[in-house]
Nanobody, 111 residues
Framework: QVQLVESGGGLVQPGGSLRLSCAAS????????VGWYRQAPGKERELVAA???????NYADSVKGRFTISRDNAKNTVYLQMNSLKPEDTAVYYC?????WGQGTRVTVSS
């Protein structure tokens, strides 16, 4: 059974940074494509960033240059480093593997 557990969300001021973590059991991240999604109130869930098993990455246009997805194979953990945060980045962020979703971690960007 695949389990994904996100952490690292919180309240941050505009321009600040957060690093989200997604730890996995039941799946080996380096053999799979892993993505970070987010869902803001009243909006559909959208892809923020993804990393393939080969390490290729892609990002939503709205976060390019500000967010970075990375992977620690030894810890079987994927990260999302978020810099220069904006109020419009406020959302619940979810980690996704081919067969599972995490429970989400809330990010609030507000002064």
């Amino acid at each position: 059974q695949v389990q994904l557990v996100e952490s690292g969300g919180g309240l941050v001021q505009p321009g600040g940074s957060l690093r989200l973590s997604c730890a996995a059991s039941g799946i080996i991240f380096r053999f799979n494509t892993v993505g970070w999604y987010r869902q803001a109130p009243g909006k559909e869930r959208e892809l923020v960033a993804a990393m393939s098993s080969g390490g290729n990455t892609n990002y939503a246009d709205s976060v390019k240059g500000r967010f970075t997805i990375s992977r620690d194979n030894a810890k079987n953990t994927v990260y999302l480093q978020m810099n220069s945060l904006k109020p419009e980045d406020t959302a619940v962020y979810y980690c996704h593997s081919p067969t599972a979703w995490g429970q989400g971690t809330r990010v609030t960007v507000s002064s």
